[in-house]
């Protein structure tokens, strides 16, 4: 029996390796004209690491993670607490005050795979270290939009919220605590678990009932202090300056527990019930908590694999691949010899080329130069071989011209 793929992962077939290609180019671009630097962190990190920054009570945590070595290293779920382990590690503070980093790699969560969720996928993300400046906050939005819109895609909705301080955060939780407890029967399961290990994320549900619960439940954003009220305001009014279309959202809290201040999400129709294509927010405190001074911080990540089903569904035109300059056909073993050593040569001076690896009949082998799109043919045998002379066709409309066939691998291959 044939051995497959762990289940929740996928294996990339060259077509869809090349689309992958062409969006990682089109994505570093546009990371390039916003100033951000590229950082590469393990696969694997020391398994507190996530536990200390995303928190031992979310989903992630509790039940996401592949860890292994009696649970001293983890298979990266996130990059953004790998991201200020390696930002305090490597003291990259002192290098610039405000440090505006990438990453474009794979991650690993154990969830129930469906459609648009898998158990390793892919993400770019940025995240912006040192400045607590909400013009930061209207950037790394504006960015993650712009990607987006750089592809076509337009049906979307950008939701962004202000979930606080810790501090503002408590007396809330507190509040809603004693909102939810005479629903607590009637509350979902997963939000009766919540209750206790992590209330907020009860706002998040998706439940009706839970929904219905929550309409009247106390509001966060009332909880807040003058100073995060006007910081939110701020950012709002630079995004509307930016005409950036967006909703308020007070319920958007986030899955991670280094998240403060502000939240955002932007979500796609096209993506069913794993709607998110990219989410973020600030946390303010993770620097410190992992052990650094203070450092205000923001970013956001976004799913690969999401960003293709809504292009896919869009029919998003990808470009063609890139042609064969020139296939050579060659007949007898002679021929396949000179073949191959001259389509290394012309490939060392930059030129795609092909030749036949199965000692084909001409037919085959043309047939194959047609598939493959290539843009001139020549075709070698004995003959050829011995008068040093052969015939470069142009295969869009057959014109074709004498060539030295000791001179093909300094031709220029443009027939004017
Ligand atoms: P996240 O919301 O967990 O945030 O993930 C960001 C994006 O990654 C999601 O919106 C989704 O597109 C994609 N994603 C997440 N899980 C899966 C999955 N199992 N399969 C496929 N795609 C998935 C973070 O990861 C934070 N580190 C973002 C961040 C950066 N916050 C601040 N800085």
């Known amino acids: 029996m044939l051995i497959q793929k762990p289940k929740g992962t996928f294996d990339i077939l060259p077509e869809e390796a090349n689309q992958r290609q062409h969006i990682e180019k089109k994505i570093r671009k546009i990371l390039s004209n916003y100033n951000y630097d590229e950082i590469c962190t393990p696969t694997f990190e020391k398994t507190s690491l996530f536990k200390r920054s995303i928190g031992e009570e979310t989903d992630v945590v509790s039940k996401e993670m592949y860890s292994f070595n009696d649970d001293e290293f983890t298979l990266r779920p996130e990059m953004t607490a790998p991201v200020v382990r390696a930002y305090l590690e490597n003291s990259m503070y002192n290098e610039f005050p405000v440090q505006k980093l ?133 950012l709002i009014e630079l995004l509307k300056e930016m005409r950036i279309r967006f909703e308020v959202d007070y319920k958007l809290v986030r899955g991670f527990d280094y998240y403060t201040s ?98 084909r009949s001409v037919k085959s082998q043309m047939k194959e130069a047609n598939r493959l799109n290539a843009e001139y043919v020549i075709v070698i045998g004995s003959e050829e071989l011995e008068s040093n002379e052969a015939r470069l066709k142009r295969m869009s409309d057959g014109i074709e011209i004498d060539v030295m066939v000791n001179k093909i691998n300094e031709l220029d291959y443009n027939i004017d």
């Open 262 to 359: 502000t939240t955002f999400e932007v979500i796609s129709d096209e993506l069913g019930s794993q709607n998110a294509i990219f989410g973020g927010g600030r946390y303010d405190m993770l620097v410190e908590q992992l052990g650094g001074k203070p450092t205000p911080a923001i970013g956001f990540a976004c799913g690969i694999e999401r960003l293709m089903i809504v292009l896919n569904k869009s029919k998003y035109q990808y470009p063609q691949k890139e042609r064969l300059k020139l296939y050579l056909v060659s007949i007898g073993e002679k021929a396949r010899r000179f073949a191959i050593k001259t389509a290394i040569e012309l490939r060392k001076k930059n030129f795609k080329c092909g030749t036949d690896l199965l000692v």
């Open 102 to 234: 990438f990453y474009f790699t794979n991650m690993f969560r154990h969830e129930r795979p469906q459609a648009g969720r898998y158990r390793e996928f892919y993400q770019y993300g940025v995240e912006v270290i040192g400045s607590n400046d909400y013009t930061v906050d209207a950037e790394v939005i504006a960015l993650g939009l712009q990607v987006l819109k750089e592809f076509g895609i337009r049906d979307i909705v950008t939701k962004i919220n202000n979930i606080g301080t810790l501090q503002e955060r408590e007396l809330f939780i507190n509040d809603l605590k004693k909102y939810l407890t005479k629903y607590l029967k009637v509350l979902s399961l997963d939000s009766q678990r919540r209750f206790e290990k992590n209330p907020l994320r009860i706002l998040d549900s998706k439940e009706p009932t839970d929904i219905e619960i929550l309409e009247n439940a106390p509001v966060l954003y009332e909880y807040l202090s003058e100073e995060t009220k006007e910081f939110f305001t701020n």
